[in-house]
């Protein structure tokens, strides 16, 4: 399973990423095109960096999360309870399960998959997968925020070998992720090696792990979407308003749901 290894260097690995700002897109985005939005469902959780800031302005977030490395780690960072919470105050909690199957209720007004999950759906049927789940999950008119790589990009830019060393107090980590990148596919498979120098011991493991990736056209998108009860509201550069271009390597788009009784219409 993808994160199985990787999930205990995830939030080392990540500790330069911009969580508060990203949240702070989403939430003003919101602000806009959901005002009233309060329960959201968030795919691919992780370890529920998103999911948490998010909860601390006032929304109730349920997260599906397939590693339970991944959830477990979460928990153990987290700082407060919910019985420290009052009934009026957000919350985060997490379920373990497939953003593509998993049912965890309905009636959301939003939901999101964040930090790439939808480039980690591969095949077509997975991708109109997880649209038929937060179709299933969204009240009429919910909106999902999905952001993913943009192929043009990937394609313009081109993936190469990266090497990352971050460290803190009890760990030194060095991370190789080395692309398997065919030109004219959308398709690239990253392969992770990860070497994690306990600092106390001088003991070093080593892991390795094979992320298989999609990029997808703005037009793919669309398609996904209207055939799953959407509409294409939006599409931007990650954290803009723009259109995505060849330079734009991470981009996200708004859809909304219809109604359930128009999407009934649809024929494939």
Same mark, same amino acid.
């Given at each position: ?16 990423k ?6 702070t897109?989403i939430k003003?985005?919101?602000?806009? /095109?959901?005002p009233?939005?309060k329960?959201?469902i968030?795919?691919?959780? *992780?370890?529920g ?9 006032g929304?109730?977030?349920q997260? /599906? ?8 780690? *979460? ?13 009026s105050?957000?919350?985060f909690?997490?379920?373990r399960?497939?953003?593509?199957t998993?049912?965890? *209720? ?8 964040l930090f ?7 095949k077509?049927?997975q991708?109109?997968?997880?649209l038929?789940?937060?179709?299933r ?7 999902f ?22 460290m ?6 060095t ?16 392969n992770?090696?990860?070497y994690a120098?306990?600092?106390?011991s001088?003991e /070093? ?19 996904f ?13 990650w ?8 330079k734009?390597?991470?981009?996200y788009? /708004? ?5 359930s009784?128009?999407f009934?219409k649809?024929?494939?």
């Amino acid at each position: 399973m993808v994160f199985q290894k990787y999930a205990a260097f995830y939030d080392l690995l990540y500790q330069d990423k911009e969580y508060e700002k990203e949240c702070t897109f989403i939430k003003n985005l919101l602000y806009r /095109i959901a005002p009233k939005a309060k329960k959201i469902i968030e795919f691919g959780s *992780g370890t529920g960096r998103h999911g948490r800031l998010l909860a601390e302005t006032g929304y109730q977030i349920q997260g /599906i999360e397939r590693s339970q490395q991944m959830i477990e780690i *979460g928990k153990a960072r987290e700082s407060t309870t919910s019985s420290q919470r009052s009934p009026s105050d957000g919350f985060f909690s997490c379920t373990r399960g497939d953003a593509l199957t998993t049912k965890v *209720g309905s009636e959301f007004d939003v939901a999101l998959a964040l930090f790439h999950v939808f480039s980690y759906q591969t095949k077509d049927e997975q991708a109109m997968g997880m649209l038929f789940n937060a179709f299933r999950h969204l009240k009429d008119g919910g909106v999902f925020i999905l952001d993913y790589w943009h192929a043009p990009a990937v394609h313009h830019i081109v993936p190469e070998t990266r090497v990352k060393h971050v460290m803190n107090d009890v760990l030194a980590i060095t991370r190789i992720a080395e692309p398997d990148y065919t030109p004219h596919s959308n398709h690239i498979d990253v392969n992770y090696l990860t070497y994690a120098e306990d600092l106390a011991s001088g003991e /070093i493991q080593k892991t390795k792990e094979c992320h298989a990736m999609r990029a997808f056209e703005i037009h793919e998108i669309e398609q996904f979407a209207k055939k799953c009860g959407f509409d294409l509201i939006k599409s931007a550069g990650w954290m803009s308003s723009t259109l995505p271009d060849r330079k734009t390597w991470g981009a996200y788009s /708004i859809l909304q749901k219809k109604p359930s009784n128009e999407f009934s219409k649809i024929s494939y």
